[in-house]
């Protein structure tokens, strides 16, 4: 009879977790709808050009824009329809494998251990971010040998951390890492003196340079690449659906930059469209739309309200932004970039 009993227990738990991991597998496309609202994460403090928060309190940045996008692919308008969920770098994961969070769009680094063991299912990169340090130039540092001996502030819990640690291995150099919980420290700490160096990808340490550094002269980004780290939109995994709309959502992106289809033109693009492929691309014919469950108009919302994939990076990090980066590996394969659209057949 006891026996009987375990089994039966053990029986319970076993179809009680395969009940809790079917959950976490459903339908997020549906349980957004029926939401009315996509609840994406918005970054836990300012990751310049990423995400920051302006003088009104409202989100902006690359990431942000990206948040409102799938919004607007669903919904037609993020306005009303969008949550930015403050989220910590640690507690990213567990947000999203309880259902707290739709889908991340917090600058996170595609690895296998995070598409494995955490179970998270990536998007084709919409970024590549190349790592560098960046040191005060009394350290003497030319290069990442230069820091031997010498301190890092870096986030902890970061592909950041591993990256800095697996180089100086590699290279044979001593840096002692001091961890932060969260990159506003880190970064304060590098510019009040606490390290000599700072570890971040190349646009984010222009950032820095550029709008917090007091004697941007006296502060060197070190040429050495650490690694080139692929920035990825993350969804739980099992849904195909969904991991098919963030992918699909990138290409349009790209397949409106390379067709100079805009913000400003794609009314005019919809309603006499040059190719057979831009009119599946704006819905003008129709079928693109139903096999992700969306409308058909849905590509064309996005580029209406928040333009193509060069737009995006110009208003958040570009021309049109405080920071003035050109794309550079993340421009076009045509321009010699890594960006590419897919065929929309």
Not at 18 to 27: N, P
Not at 189 to 205: E, M, P, T, V
Not at 226 to 242: F, T
Not at 306 to 328: D, F, I, P, T, V
Request: with cysteine; glycine share 10%; net charge negative.
């Amino acid at each position: 009879m006891r026996l009987t009993k375990t089994l039966a227990l053990g029986l319970a738990a076993i179809l009680a977790t395969t009940s809790l991991a079917l959950a976490g597998q459903g339908d997020t496309l549906k349980t957004v709808k029926e939401r009315g609202a996509l609840n994406c994460t918005g970054h836990n403090g300012s990751y310049l050009g990423m995400a920051e928060v302006d003088d009104q309190g409202h989100w902006k940045g690359f990431d942000i824009t990206l948040c409102k996008a799938v919004a607007t692919a669903i919904f037609g308008s993020d306005e009303g329809h969008l949550n930015i969920l403050p989220t910590s770098w640690a507690q990213r994961w567990p947000s999203i494998q309880s259902g707290e969070l739709d889908i991340i769009i917090k600058s996170s680094g595609w690895t296998m251990g995070r598409d494995t063991d955490v179970n998270m299912q990536f998007s084709r990169p919409y970024m590549m971010a190349p790592i560098h340090y960046i040191a005060r130039k009394d350290t003497g540092a030319t290069d990442a040998s230069g820091l031997d001996g010498g301190t890092l502030c870096v986030q902890t819990g970061t592909t950041l951390e591993r990256n800095a640690v697996e180089h100086a291995a590699a290279k044979g150099y001593a840096l002692e890492v001091v961890p932060f919980e969260k990159t506003e420290e880190a970064k304060a700490s590098y510019l009040s003196g606490r390290c000599d160096a700072y570890i971040d990808w190349d646009l984010q340490l222009a950032v820095l340079r550029a709008t917090e550094i007091k004697d941007p002269e006296n502060h060197i980004i070190l040429p050495d690449v650490l690694s080139a780290e692929p920035i990825g939109i993350v969804m739980r995994q099992g849904d195909d659906n969904w991991v098919d709309i963030a992918n699909w959502l990138l290409s349009a992106l790209w397949m409106a930059d390379e067709n100079g289809v805009t913000s400003a033109n794609v009314d005019e693009m919809k309603a006499n469209p040059p190719s057979p492929g831009i009119a599946k691309l704006l819905g003008a014919t129709p079928g693109v739309g139903e096999r992700l469950g969306l409308g058909d108009d849905w590509a064309y919302n996005v580029i209406k309200r928040h333009g193509n994939y060069n737009e995006m990076w110009e208003a958040n990090l570009g021309q049109g932004s405080a920071y003035k980066l050109a794309r550079g590996v993340n421009g076009l394969i045509r321009d010699g970039g890594i960006l590419h659209s897919l065929v929309m057949d």
